[in-house]
C-alpha cells in the first residue's frame, strides 16, 4: 500500500453535506467555500529529518523548505498565501540552530507576506510540519482535474536539479544544484499570473511524470506526450552525470517545486509574455492527449533500455 | 530556554500592517479577520510518540487525542470547529494500526462535525500533527487576556485523571483514569454556551495553575485565590493514589483538557444552568484577585511543604 492507496482507504470519506468542502484530500490543497464572495485554500507538509532534510543541512535551508514546500502547494492552486502555522519537534533546543532555522523561515515568509500566526513545538526526533492557508476568487482555483485534450504541457524553470543533488550526496558545493534542494522557490508570482490562462496545474514535488499523471487521471484518464527534448534541465547537471542521468532525474526525480501546467495552445503567447515578465523560463514539452497516460518521446537509446522507455503509464511511487 | 521563551524570541515577530491577524501567537488558537461578518480561529498540535501518548496505547484512542487535544485548543477560543488537516508520520505501513487511528480520530470529527479536508502521509518516527480550523462571531472570542479583579475561577469536570493515569504506568484498567487520559472530550459544547458569559478561557494541557497563570499575565498581572478543597478530583483517584497527590496532580499534572474559565459573580446562576443542560460538573475553585498570580489555599501540611506550598507565583514548566 503507497501514501495515496492509504489515505483514500483510510481517511477520505465522503463530506455528505458539507458543500462548503468544494475540494478536500486528493489535489495539492483543500478549497473551502466558507463565506460567500472568497474561497479557501489550505496546505500541509511534514519534512522529516533524515528522510527529506539531511541532519548535516543548513538550519535556514530546513526553515525554508518547510515553508517554501506548502507555498508551492498553494502555488499549484492558483492561491495567494496568508497565514501559515509551524509545527517543530526537536531533540534538544540548540538555540543556535533554531534561530537559523527562524531566519531560513521567516525571510521566505516577509518576501511573500505571510503572517506565522501560531504552532506548536515538541519534544522529540527532529520534524517540521507547517500548514498554510491562502485564498482565490471564486471559480479561479487551478485544479488538478482541468486538463483538457489538445492543452499544451507547460513547465516552470529547469527540473532535476535537486534530485542531481542529492545524488551526490552531503557536503555539495553551493551551486545551482545545491540551491534547487536547500532554497527552492515557490512559483507564486508565477502561479499568480497563470489563473484565467493556465487549465490544470500540479506542482513537481513527486517528479515530472508522475504529477502529471495525477493531473491526467484526475481530468479523466487522459493522455500525454512528452517530448524529452524539451524538457528544460541544468546545465550543471548534465556536466557533472551526464545528459541522460539528468533527464531521467528531470522526468522522476522529484522535489522540483516548479509547477506543471496545461494551457491552451492559443495561450502560446500570452504565456510568452508572462515567462518575460518574471524572467522565468516557461518550457512546453509536450501536449494533452485522450488517452494513454504518459508517453516520452526522443529518449537516448540507453534510456530506452530503462524503465523508463518500458512503462507507458506511470504507477506513481510515494 | 522554555518552550514559551523559545517561541517569544525566535518566531513571534511584529506583524506589522497585518491588521487582519487579531490574535497570533501566545492565545490556544490565532484569531484571523479575514473576511467581514466572521473571524476564523486556528489551532495547531503535535504529539510525538513515546512524548504525548505511548507506543503501546490503542490506536483509535491515538487518533482520538489528536484531534481532541486541537478541538480543546477550538473550545479555549469559544469557538465552533469546521475542518481539520492530518499529517502523520509513521515508521510503516501497519494498515491494522492506520484502520483504527483512523476510526477514533474520525468517529470524533462526526461527533462534532469536523471535516478532513487533507494532509500529508510521511516516513519517520511515529507522531502526528492536526490542524483545525473553526470560526466564531466578531468578537465573540474567549480570550486569555480577558479576566477581570472580582471573576469567578471555574473548571469543568474533574482535574488529575490523565496525570494519575500516567502515574499508574502502561498497561492501565479501562477505568475513568484511563479514559481521561485516552479519550479526553473536547468541551466544544461548554464553550457554545459560555459565549456572552465567560470572559476568559483556556484548556487545562499544561497543568491548572501553570495555565491559569497564563490567563493572569495576559490579563494585567492578575492573581487568582484558588481553594484546593474546591477543586474537583476524581473519587478513583483519591482511592489508587491518595487525596494529596490527586490534588497535586489536578493542580500541576496537566493533560487534562476540561476549560478554566473566569466570569462575573452574577453569572453564577447563568453557569449552574449550563451545567445541568449538560450534564457536565462546572466547579467555582476561586477568584481573580488584582495581584500576585495564584495563591492556593486550604492545602494539607504535607502538601504544603512541597513546591505547591512554597511557589505562589507559577512558572510555566513544558
Known amino acids: 500500500m503507497d501514501e495515496f492507496e492509504l489515505v483514500s482507504t483510510f481517511f477520505d470519506r465522503p463530506q455528505g453535506e458539507r458543500s462548503w468542502v468544494k475540494t478536500g484530500i486528493g489535489d495539492d490543497g483543500a478549497v473551502l467555500k466558507l463565506v460567500p464572495g472568497t474561497e479557501s485554500v489550505v496546505v500541509t507538509d511534514t519534512l522529516v529529518c533524515g528522510v ?49 532555522f527562524a531566519d531560513g523561515l521567516l525571510s521566505l515568509a516577509d518576501r511573500y507576506d505571510v503572517a506565522l500566526i501560531g504552532g506548536d513545538t515538541t519534544q522529540g526526533p527532529l520534524s517540521v510540519t507547517m500548514t498554510v492557508g491562502g485564498y482565490v476568487n471564486p471559480g479561479e482555483a487551478l485544479y488538478r482535474s ?22 551526490r550526496g552531503e557536503g555539495q558545493p553551493a551551486d545551482a544544484l545545491r540551491e534547487a534542494l536547500w532554497f527552492p522557490e515557490p512559483r507564486l508570482s508565477l502561479a499568480n499570473k497563470l489563473r484565467g490562462i493556465a487549465h490544470s496545474a500540479v506542482d513537481i514535488s513527486d517528479g515530472l511524470l508522475a504529477d502529471l499523471t495525477h493531473v491526467l487521471k484526475a481530468s ?11 524538457v528544460p534541465l541544468f546545465d550543471i547537471a548534465c556536466e557533472q552525470i551526464g545528459r541522460d542521468r539528468a533527464l531521467e532525474l528531470a522526468l522522476t526525480g522529484g522535489d522540483d517545486y516548479e509547477l506543471c501546467f496545461t494551457a491552451a495552445p492559443q495561450s502560446r503567447k ?41 512503462r507507458h503509464s506511470w504507477d506513481v511511487d510515494t
Open 52 to 100: 527529506h532534510f539531511f541532519s548535516t543541512q543548513a538550519p535556514c535551508s530546513v526553515g525554508h523548505r518547510a515553508l517554501a514546500v506548502n507555498l508551492s502547494d498553494i502555488a499549484a492552486m492558483g492561491a495567494k498565501a496568508q497565514w501559515s502555522t509551524l509545527n517543530l519537534t526537536l531533540p534538544n533546543l540548540e538555540s543556535t540552530w533554531i534561530a537559523q
Open 146 to 167: 482541468g486538463a483538457r485534450v489538445g492543452d499544451l504541457v507547460y513547465v516552470s524553470g529547469c527540473l532535476g536539479g535537486a534530485a542531481a543533488a542529492l545524488q
Open 220 to 230: 479523466g484518464s487522459l493522455g500525454a506526450d512528452i517530448e524529452s527534448g524539451c
Open 270 to 310: 500570452a504565456i510568452s509574455a508572462v515567462a518575460a515578465s518574471l524572467d522565468l523560463p516557461l518550457t512546453c514539452i509536450g501536449r494533452v492527449t485522450s488517452s494513454g497516460g504518459c508517453r516520452v518521446t526522443g529518449l537516448s537509446k540507453a534510456l530506452e533500455e530503462t524503465e523508463l522507455g518500458y
